[in-house]
């Protein structure tokens, strides 16, 4: 069977966002926006999006939001230029450019 994943935004404050014992008990994925994805019909990632105030995404809402976020890490990378720097000299400086991420439904 096929796993599945549902999305929510949700604001990471630090100790307490996710607990020892709710990692042991959902899979957690961040990705850039705030989105995290956890696993769909588990009573366990139901209560933790309440318990931080997470607000639900469909996956084409939570794929826009991280579309934009690496969109906008990717111009900002391509605008951060040193005059003479080679790609590689600028990949020592800053790293890597920000790659595109597909969300798993």
């Not at 019909?41 to 934009?68: C, F, M, R, S």
């Not at 890490?73 to 600028?90: F, I, L, P, R, Y």
Request: charge should be negative; include cysteine; charged fraction near 25%.
């Amino acid at each position: 069977m096929a796993k599945t994943y549902q999305y929510c935004v949700a604001e990471n404050w630090g100790k307490g966002f996710i607990e020892h014992s709710e990692s042991r008990k959902i899979a957690f994925s961040g990705f850039p926006g705030n989105v995290w994805r956890v696993p769909a019909h588990n009573k366990d990632a139901n209560l933790w999006i309440q318990k931080v105030l997470g607000t639900t995404k469909t996956l084409a809402e939570a794929q826009a939001i991280v579309d934009a976020e690496v969109t906008a890490a990717q111009s900002a990378w391509d605008a951060n230029n040193v005059e003479g720097e080679t790609a590689e000299q600028k990949e020592l400086r800053i790293g890597t450019r920000p790659t595109d991420i597909t969300l798993e439904e």
